[in-house]
C-alpha cells in the first residue's frame, strides 16, 4: 500500500481506535479505509462524483451519494459520530457555515482541512501580481474553480467564535502535506493546508 | 432472435417446477392449500451452497430474469442487462435463482391457474398476496433448494421491496441486500396511479369480474390502457421528449384519431404487446401487493424501528429522473438503515429515463453495481474442503 496523504496521516492521529467517523466529501474513501484497518473505525463516508462512489464500494467503504450543499440532516441525527471529517470539502460548498453547524451537530467533534488563501503566495499573487492566485495547492483560474469560499485562517477561527466553536488543536503543512517551522511561527501566512479539530464550545467539558 | 448466443448470455436456460403441499397461511386470512412455483437457475451452486443469488421480480416480471428459452425467442430475460457472465450479477461467480411470484401468470400459481379444489382456473377467487407472502413463499423455495443463506436478495421496484421485506423477516438467511428503485411504501399519488390502472381493468366489459376465462375472451382494452399509462409513469418526460419528442409518424397531421404522434405508436405497441403477454387479474392483485406493502406500519410508521433488526449489509441505488419511485424514498430507507447503524452504500444514479432506469445498463449503474457484488462475492464463506 502506498503511504497515506500526510494531511490524512495527521487526521487519523487525531482520531481515537473504534470510534464511529462521518467523512464529508470522503473522495476515493482513502481515510476511511485507512481508519478502518488501522483503526477499527466504524465510518461511513457521504460524496458526490459518481466514479469515487465506484472507488468506495470497491474498497468495502459505506459511502452514500449525495450532495453536501442538500444538507447532511436528512439522513443523520444529532449525536451520530464520535467525528466528522471534511478534508479539502469546505471551499468548494456554497453554504459552508450551515454544512459547518450541521458537522458540529451530528457529531462530538470535527476534523476539518481546507487550503489557507493567507498563505504568503495567494497574498503575493493578488497583492503585486493583481491575479486570482493560482498554487499547487489552488491549482485553478478564478473562472473554472471549484473552490468558492475560500479563507484564511483567520477567516476560519472567527467563523468559528461567531458558532460557538471551540479550537481543540491546529496544524498547518506546505503543499506536500510537511510541516515546516515557518508554519509553526506565522501559520497565516505561512501555511499552505489548515487542519484543524474542533467542538461547539457547549460540548466541551 | 439471436443467431448466435452473445457471449455475455447465459444461453438456454429451462424453468422449473416445485410443488408445495404444505399450507401457506396468507397475510389475508386465507390458506393456499398447495401452490407450484415456477423457477430458473443461472450458474453453478458452489459445494457449500453459499453463492446463491435470489432476484424478485418486479409488477411485470416473471422467473425469466436471463438468457433464452430457444433460438427462436425474439428478446432475452428480462434483466438480461444485469445477469450474465461478467455482468454485474456474474453467473461464473453466482448462483442465481429467480422465480415468478405468487398470483403471476407466468407458470406460478395464480389468477389463470387451475384451482385444485374446483378444477377450474381461479380466476378472481384467486387470494391476494402480499409481499410478506412472497417472501414466506420463496423461503421455502430456498428451504426445498437447500439453500440456508443467499448471499444477496436482489430487486428493482416492487422486487426491491421484497428484499426489505426479507431483510426484515428473515435477518439471518441473506448476507446482503441490494435494493433498487424502490421505496419503503407507496405515495398516494403512487396508489392513485395503481387505481387507475384497476378501474381501467375491471371496466372492461370483457373483463366479466375476473371471469373472462370461462367467457373466452381477454379484457384487451383494459389491459392495454393500464399498460400506457405503467408506461408513460416508468419513462420522464425528458426520457420521452428525447425518444419521440412531437415526431410525427406521417409527417403532417391527418385531423383524426388514428395514431399520428410516434408516442402514440409506441404506447398502442406497448400496450399491444403487453395484452399477449400479461394477464388481467395478476395486474390487479400485483397492485394490490404494491399498495399493501408498508413494513413501518406495524412500528407506528416507523421505518428505523421495522428495519431495526436486519443483519443484512444494504446496497441501496435509485435513479435522479424516477419520479414514481424517486430518490427521496431510497433516502428514507437509507436514513433509517443508518438510524440503525447498519452496513449501507448509496448511489443515486444521474439517469434520465425514469423508473425503467432499473432495467437499463447504464455505464455508471453497471459499474456500482458490479462493484458491490464483487463485495458480494469477497463476503462469501471461504468453502470447506475437505
Redesign the interface.
Known amino acids: 500500500m502506498s503511504e497515506l496523504r500526510p494531511d490524512l496521516a495527521i487526521i487519523s492521529e487525531w482520531i481515537s481506535h473504534e470510534s464511529?467517523v462521518l467523512d464529508l466529501g470522503c473522495g476515493d474513501g482513502t481515510l476511511l479505509d485507512h481508519l478502518k484497518r488501522q483503526r477499527n473505525v466504524?465510518g461511513?463516508g457521504l460524496e458526490i462524483a459518481?466514479a469515487n462512489?465506484?472507488s468506495?464500494?470497491?474498497k468495502?467503504v459505506?459511502?452514500?451519494?449525495?450532495d453536501l450543499d442538500a444538507g447532511i440532516s436528512?439522513?443523520?441525527?444529532e449525536d451520530?459520530f464520535d467525528y466528522v471529517v471534511m478534508t479539502q470539502t469546505l471551499q468548494a460548498m456554497y453554504y459552508p457555515e450551515r454544512l459547518l453547524k450541521e458537522m458540529m451537530r451530528v457529531g462530538r467533534e470535527g476534523i476539518v482541512t481546507f487550503p489557507n488563501f493567507g498563505h504568503w503566495r495567494c497574498r503575493a499573487q493578488l497583492a503585486l501580481g493583481g491575479h486570482m492566485p493560482v498554487s499547487t495547492t489552488l491549482p485553478n483560474k478564478w473562472y473554472n474553480t471549484p473552490n468558492i469560499h475560500l479563507c484564511t485562517l483567520k477567516d476560519f477561527e472567527s467563523l468559528c467564535r461567531k458558532l460557538g466553536i471551540r479550537i481543540l488543536q491546529r496544524s498547518v503543512v506546505d503543499h506536500a502535506h510537511r510541516y515546516r517551522l515557518g508554519g509553526k511561527i506565522l501559520p497565516n501566512l505561512l501555511g499552505e493546508i489548515a487542519i484543524y479539530r474542533i467542538i461547539l464550545e457547549r460540548r466541551f467539558s | 432472435m439471436p443467431d448466435i448466443l452473445p457471449a455475455d448470455s447465459i444461453g438456454l436456460v429451462t424453468p422449473q417446477v416445485a410443488h408445495f403441499e404444505q399450507p401457506l397461511r396468507l397475510d389475508c386470512g386465507r390458506e393456499l392449500g398447495e401452490y407450484d412455483l415456477v423457477y430458473e437457475t443461472y450458474g453453478e451452486l458452489n459445494s457449500a451452497r453459499s453463492n446463491a443469488i435470489l432476484i424478485c421480480h418486479a409488477l411485470s416480471g416473471d422467473a425469466h430474469a436471463a438468457g433464452y428459452h430457444s433460438m427462436k425467442d425474439k428478446k432475452p430475460g428480462w434483466w438480461e442487462s444485469a445477469i450474465g457472465p461478467g455482468k454485474p450479477i456474474d453467473t461464473n461467480r453466482f448462483h442465481v435463482v429467480c422465480l415468478n411470484n405468487l398470483g403471476g401468470c407466468k407458470g406460478s400459481s395464480g389468477p389463470n391457474t387451475v384451482n385444485p379444489q374446483s378444477g377450474k382456473p381461479w380466476g378472481p377467487e384467486f387470494p391476494i398476496v402480499t409481499v410478506r407472502d412472497w417472501a414466506e413463499s420463496q423461503a421455502r423455495l430456498a428451504d426445498r433448494l437447500g439453500i440456508d443463506q443467499w448471499a444477496a436478495v436482489i430487486g428493482g421496484s416492487l422486487g426491491g421491496m421484497q428484499v426489505l421485506q426479507w431483510a426484515i423477516d428473515y435477518p439471518k438467511r441473506l448476507r446482503h441486500a441490494v435494493v433498487i428503485a424502490a421505496a419503503p411504501n407507496l405515495t398516494a399519488q403512487n396508489i392513485a396511479f395503481n387505481e387507475v390502472v384497476r378501474q381501467a381493468l375491471r371496466s372492461d366489459p370483457d373483463f366479466h369480474n375476473g371471469h373472462y376465462y370461462e367467457h373466452g375472451v381477454v379484457p384487451s382494452g383494459g389491459l392495454k390502457i393500464a399498460r400506457m399509462l405503467g408506461h408513460i409513469t416508468y419513462l420522464s418526460d425528458d426520457a420521452m421528449r428525447a425518444k419521440f419528442g412531437r415526431e410525427l409518424r406521417e409527417g403532417k397531421i391527418n385531423f383524426g384519431f388514428d395514431v399520428e404522434f410516434q408516442v402514440e405508436s409506441y404506447l398502442r405497441y406497448q400496450g399491444e404487446s403487453f395484452v399477449e403477454r400479461f394477464d388481467a387479474n395478476t395486474y390487479l392483485l400485483m397492485t394490490k401487493a404494491l399498495d399493501y406493502f408498508d413494513p413501518a406500519a406495524a412500528h407506528g410508521g416507523n421505518l428505523s424501528a421495522a428495519l431495526a433488526g436486519v443483519e443484512a449489509k444494504f446496497f441501496v441505488a435509485s435513479f435522479t429522473s424516477d419520479w414514481r419511485f424517486s430518490p427521496t424514498r431510497s433516502r428514507e430507507i437509507v436514513k433509517a438503515l443508518l438510524d440503525g447503524d447498519k452496513t449501507v452504500c448509496y448511489a443515486e444514479i444521474e439517469a434520465d429515463h425514469g423508473h425503467d432506469a432499473f432495467l437499463i445498463p447504464i455505464p455508471h449503474y453497471m459499474d456500482v453495481f458490479g462493484s458491490y457484488m464483487k463485495q458480494v462475492y469477497a463476503d462469501i464463506p471461504p468453502e470447506v474442503t475437505v
Open positions: 464511529r466504524d461511513y459518481p462512489i465506484v468506495c464500494i470497491d468495502g459505506n459511502v452514500i451519494q449525495t436528512d439522513f443523520f441525527d451520530s
